[in-house]
């Protein structure tokens, strides 16, 4: 009976799989950099020594093999009007779309299985993707780790807000907006939600 409760709530090998692809990113990720960039497509990515936010989510999924620039970028393609229209934009922008945490939240709300916003750190399994709004609006997104905190043992998150890709004890330093999970199986593209 014990080990079918440890299986019950042990992590799946692919969302500690995830964490670990995050993890990765701390101490390689050094610096915050919004510019924009023209990217390879698909598949392009700004230098590693840099990003913001959602580099670290989308660099911990490519680690898995998936390409959000792709499928963010095609599913805007196909659903534009379902995106946010916060940017003036006319059509979708393969070279930004993806780092643009509203687009990745509409993505993963539509694609990845969302799960509701919570403040016990027991709903919290490694490598869910979080995404948060800042005290002055902006939108920030991460991934949650496998670590605990010392103190409290709430999951760590890996997130980058200005220094560069951190692990840190953050998940519920600010107002949670998305909680997702992503399948193992994303939901296919011509399905909707």
């Known amino acids: 009976m014990l080990l079918a409760l440890v299986a019950l709530f042990a ?15 701390v ?41 959000l620039q792709r499928l963010v970028h ?29 687009n990745l939240e509409r993505y993963f709300a539509r694609r990845a299985q969302s799960l509701a ?9 490694p490598g869910d993707i979080v995404s948060w709004r800042l005290p002055n609006g902006l939108a920030h997104i991460g991934v949650v780790s496998a670590r605990r905190s010392l103190f409290g043992g709430r999951p760590l998150v890996v997130h ?7 692990e840190e004890d953050v998940l519920f330093d600010w107002r949670q907006v998305g909680h997702y999970r992503w399948p193992a199986t994303p939901v296919a593209a011509g399905a909707t939600r």
């Not at 510019?35 to 670290?56: E, F, I, K, Q």
């Not at 403040?119 to 399994?125: I, L, P, Q, T």
């Open 11 to 25: 992590p799946c090998a692919g969302a500690t799989a995830l964490a670990q692809a995050a993890q990765a990113q």
């Open 74 to 102: 095609e599913d805007m393609r196909a659903n534009f009007a379902v995106y946010p229209r916060l940017w003036g934009l006319s059509k979708p922008d393969s070279n930004i779309d993806h780092r643009r945490v509203p």
């Open 117 to 125: 916003v919570s403040d016990r750190a027991a709903d919290y399994r």
């Open 160 to 166: 980058n807000i200005g220094a560069g890709a951190r």
């Open 27 to 67: 101490g390689v990720t050094l610096r915050y950099d919004p510019a924009y960039v023209r990217l390879a497509y698909p598949g392009g990515d700004v230098p590693m020594d840099r990003g913001v936010c959602s580099d670290v989510v989308i660099r911990a999924l490519r680690a898995k093999g998936v390409d």
